[in-house]
């Protein structure tokens, strides 16, 4: 049936359709087009206009800049961008993020959030060669 499907969609690269949000992880959104009942995926990567995290709890994409968020159930227009016939995949695109990425405003290529272990209060672990000069001096 997915092959059907693929197939019927490969004529049909850079149009325009709506459809409804019905899956979202980490890597992208799984967007059924509302007209043929054909689910593709909008993956994180043409996303480009923020950085998008993944809420979990919430089933959404949240973007860390402009706050723009994608959840479950959302109504979006999105633009046929490949398909891909051997491995049965239909890639979409997010109409309102590919011509703002277009234009030339693009976002940020990673986020903004500190890992963990910088400047939050807790001291870091001393690396070995510390460690290795702190028990010379106990030693001794």
Do not use: C
């Amino acid at each position: 049936m997915q092959w059907k499907k693929v197939k019927f969609m490969a004529d049909k690269v850079g149009d325009e359709f709506e459809g409804y949000v019905t899956g979202v992880a980490a890597f992208g959104l799984f967007i059924e087009l509302i007209e043929h009942f054909v689910e593709g995926l909008v993956h994180v990567s043409t996303m480009a206009d923020d950085y998008y995290r993944f809420v979990e709890s919430a089933h959404m994409l949240r973007g860390e800049n402009s706050k723009k968020v994608y959840r479950l159930g959302d109504k979006v227009k999105v633009q046929v961008v490949r398909v891909n016939m051997d491995l049965r995949q239909i890639d979409l695109g997010l109409v309102d993020i590919l011509s703002r990425v277009r234009e030339g405003e693009r976002g940020p290529r990673r986020s903004h959030a500190r890992p963990k272990f910088e400047g939050r209060g807790r001291k870091q672990r001393p690396g070995r060669n510390e460690r290795q000069k702190a028990r010379g001096r106990r030693r001794k």
